[in-house]
């Protein structure tokens, strides 16, 4: 069997021509072991692929998050052309990307206080964009969360995000430096709670669609971030931040290779671990998932190596907050 054909034949596909090349390969490489035809070989990894990244966004989502941020950001004449450049990676359709992306339910209280956007960010996409008055800082923070809630992960926190990030930034200060792995849509959130002056933000996928939608999203605001394609198992980031987080990822790596978290945490250069695990499954069932998680990370990160600052049970999340000891 011809791993090559395979690999091939896989990125042919429009559904994953935008995945890392080094997820695809690896994929292949573990699954040819397996199966004794080149179809059931690909066929598995397509399966695959869903699973890790599929199941959480599609690429039309992508395309609505670009419709909604162009319509924040004004007429693609107004900007330095970092949005014509992302959008030219999209397939060719025959959408308006300005005019016609369609809000997911409005089942997140979008009508609560405190959804604006934070003052910062809106000053600044204000005076580099020339926005209409009628752009509030509200509706610009709707605007921001209907993002958050095209990415399944992001979609399903929606409800008690405030709190969360409130909480993570009670324990690790507002401003820190955040290096964001798997970080989906994650990184949305900053227009909303972060100042502009932050240390730097990196934030990695695997999805290349999604991190040229992050840096222009980084661009267009001013947000110190940087979003890079790289697949954590294959490479571990070299950049020292006060702060990882691994929201809901932890699962799906451990999926592939068992005992990897305890490698990350020994390599990544960061004094705390933010981490969060699902405790629903996609479709809402409760399944024991907390009481595995927890268990996973008492056995992993054992309080001689780190010390629990924070842990908490939200709707659908558990979030442990960890400080390697010196
Ligand atoms: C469960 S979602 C979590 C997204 C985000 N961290 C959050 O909680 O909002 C998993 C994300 O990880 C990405 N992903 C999956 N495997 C990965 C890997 N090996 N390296 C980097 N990213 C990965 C997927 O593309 C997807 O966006």
Known sequence: MNAETCISAIKASKKHNFICDETIAGLVEREIAKYKSEKDVIKSVKTKLHQITGAF??????????????????????????LQKACSNLESTDDNLQNNYSLPQNAYGFSQKGYDIHQNTYDILQSSHDLSEA??????????RSILSLHASTRERMDFMEEMFKDIFTVTGRNCSILDIACGFNPFFLALYSESDREKYYASDINVKLIDLLNYFFSVSNINGHAFASDILYKIPDVQVQNVFLFKIIPLLEQQQKGYSKVLARRLKSEFFTITFPTRSLSGKNVGMYRFYNELMHNYFTGDE?????????FNEALYIIRRRK
């Open 306 to 314: 780190f010390e629990y600052c924070l842990q908490k049970e939200y």
């Open 135 to 144: 752009t509030d800082r509200q509706s610009m923070g709707e605007d921001i």
């Open 57 to 82: 966004i599609d690429e039309s989502d992508i395309k609505k998050a670009y419709g909604i941020l162009q319509k924040i950001c004004g007429n693609l004449e107004n900007t330095d052309g970092n």
